[in-house]
């Protein structure tokens, strides 16, 4: 028998939550009022899409040369504190938080383009005009989507739009 890799193990673990999450998202009631778009259309596209993300993880083929843990743990400790692995975790949830709050006071698109560009840039992605095009353009994409598509009222902040 042949030992499952990390990101076969991961691919699992997010096929579960797949699973469950479609499962969440087949409860949704549907408008008596017929929709072209209904309100689990969203859900279930988000839940069959992780689901094929995770099915692609696990067939993919490992990296030849995995780093063992005592690599990993050496270069932790030489990383500067905020590039280590638990500071991340802890910037990227204070970065979500800051994001819910400023969420009704700036607006949709420019908390959610703050939030995708600055963790781009934090995580290390160095061409800032692609990062800045590829967020507005996401973040662009899902409000028209959601608010003119979907007729979901997202907060418009500070921009006129």
């Known amino acids: 028998m042949t030992r499952l890799n990390s990101n076969q193990i991961i691919a699992l673990l997010l096929a579960l939550l797949s699973v469950g999450y479609l499962a969440m998202a087949w409860q949704i009631p549907t408008f008596p009022l017929p929709r072209p778009i209904d309100s689990d259309l969203f859900p279930k596209v988000l839940g069959f899409t992780l689901l094929g993300l995770s099915v692609l993880l696990f067939l993919e083929a490992p990296a030849t040369g995995e780093p063992q843990p ?35 006071p700036a607006g949709f698109v420019l908390a959610s383009t703050t939030l995708v ?29 959601l608010t003119r598509l979907m007729g979901v009222y997202l907060p418009t902040g500070v921009l006129p739009i």
């Open 70 to 104: 005592d690599d990993e743990a050496a270069a932790e400790a030489k990383a500067p504190l905020l590039l280590r692995p638990w500071s991340r975790v802890v910037i990227t949830a204070l970065a979500i938080a800051a994001f819910a709050l400023l969420l009704v």
């Open 117 to 145: 560009f600055g963790l781009g840039w934090y995580f290390g992605y160095a061409r800032h005009g692609i990062n800045l095009a590829v967020s507005l353009g996401v973040v662009l994409f899902l409000y028209l989507t």
